[in-house]
């Protein structure tokens, strides 16, 4: 017997005759054995790896015989097939003229086979629109993956009959992006998918409550990154920013405030103290809020807080 042949040792089950959790499986005779006292607990156990050895990441790709992952983003999870464009055989051949309208006619019903009914529609297109709005903001497939999921179970509690399926798609994307930790506002969500604003508010409430959804708030440190980089204020007056943010939060300044509101009023802070040439309108302009909400926050951090240009 090899290392290669036995498993590592498992401590969830225990042996019946001695009562030790020190057991290997060894694949190669197909038993389970008891490392203390030897005993053969089970003798018929199956291998569910491999049939064939691999000794790269590469070799293991070509002899794996899975298949691609299911897929979320797909209507039918990457399950169906497609027949190529080219009208070629396997052989990488042209085929005859002849055959040419059998392969179309073929392609056509492969194509309509794939969206059987109106459900297959609604989705593949909601689907569709979650992609496009999420390339728009440039999300991660994560999230893309997440609002799928989202979208599937509005549809199976029938949540989409006589509301936008373009709402309900940004909506779930909205959702997903809370989730992952994305800093995506509302208006970010109707600009990218070509909404009103209330439309996808109105959408997000429905989902939240219909499917017993608890979206976490957003942090005003993720707000300082977002406006930062969009501002291009320099790193450091970034880190002032947050150091900022840590002491307004023990000293409980962050509670009951917009996220927002807050993290533009702490960045706005660190700019002056750094030298950076930024306003309160740019800033307003970017956080898509008010100035007189920034200087609402302003001035209760500079009650509150003392500022050095050592933070």
Known sequence: MTSRDI??????????ECGSGRLVWDYQVSEVVCVVCGFVVDGNIVD???EWRAFDEEEWEKKARAGAPLRFTIHDKGLSTNIDKRDRDAYGKSVASAQKD???RIRRWQKLARVADSTERNLA?????????????????????????????????????????????????YIACRQCGQVRTLDDIAVASNLTKKTVSRS?????????????????MQHVLKLSNHLEIGGKACEIAQDI??????????SGRSPR??????????????????????????????????????K???????????L
């Open 102 to 104: 059998q392969l179309y």
């Open 125 to 173: 297109f909601a689907l569709s629109e979650v992609a496009k709005t999420a390339e728009n903001l440039s999300l991660p497939p994560n999230i893309v993956e997440t609002a799928a999921l989202i979208y599937r179970k509005s549809l199976k509690k029938n949540l989409i009959r006589g509301r936008s399926m373009k709402g309900m798609s940004a909506a779930a994307l």
């Open 245 to 254: 943010l840590k002491a307004a939060a023990d000293l409980k300044l962050t």
């Open 300 to 310: 209760e951090l500079t009650e509150h807080l003392t500022f050095t240009t050592t």
């Open 261 to 298: 509101g807050i993290a533009a009023a702490a960045l706005y802070v660190a700019a002056v103290l750094w030298g950076e040439q930024v306003t309160q309108r740019e800033i307003s302009q970017a956080a898509h809020i008010t100035e007189v909400t920034i200087r609402n926050r302003y």
């Open 204 to 220: 997000y409430r429905i989902l939240a409550e219909e499917l017993n959804y608890t979206v976490p708030l957003s942090r005003p």
């Open 7 to 16: 498993s590592a040792v498992n401590e969830e089950r225990h042996c019946p």
């Open 48 to 50: 569910e790896g491999p």
